[in-house]
């Protein structure tokens, strides 16, 4: 309970903290709900859905660089031999990889891990992806 409190009270410090400095620069600051790329791609032999999530931004107007994780979902459909258990069609995924933004039209390369399985290996996967930055 003593952890709780002062973690509260340190959190409330640093939002009224953060909130001062905000209100003491004049910086107008357009306020989005979003901010992110979702891009649909391919890789091994099946769909990805991909989204930003933590990544280091390098940017020059009208370019940017994003190199951090992906997570994902990929969608495959599972072929089993005989009468094996099949996969899921959607499996989520977390993956890393870098994307090239161009204004709002996002090109990605995700390398997304595939799990193994009684008849193959594990192994990171190469794929390519189109998308669009929010």
């Given at each position: 309970m003593k952890y709780l409190l002062v973690t509260v009270l340190l959190g409330g410090i640093s939002i009224s903290m953060l909130n001062f400095q905000a209100k003491s620069q004049t910086l107008?600051?357009?306020p989005s709900l979003f901010e992110g790329v979702v891009a649909a791609g391919y890789?091994?032999?099946g769909a990805t859905?991909?989204?930003t999530g933590p990544a280091i931004k390098f940017s020059k107007k009208p370019f940017s660089l994003?190199?951090?994780m992906?997570?994902?979902l990929k969608f495959k459909k599972d072929n089993p031999v005989g009468n094996a258990t099949k996969n899921a069609l959607m499996i989520p995924s977390l993956g890393f990889g870098a994307t090239l933004i161009y204004k709002h039209i996002a090109f990605q390369v995700p390398f997304l891990y595939n799990a193994k399985t009684a008849s193959t290996n594990g192994k990171w996967n190469a794929g390519v992806g189109?998308?669009?930055k929010f």
């Open positions: 107008q600051v357009k890789i091994d032999h859905l991909n989204f994003l190199t951090g992906l997570p994902s189109l998308g669009y």
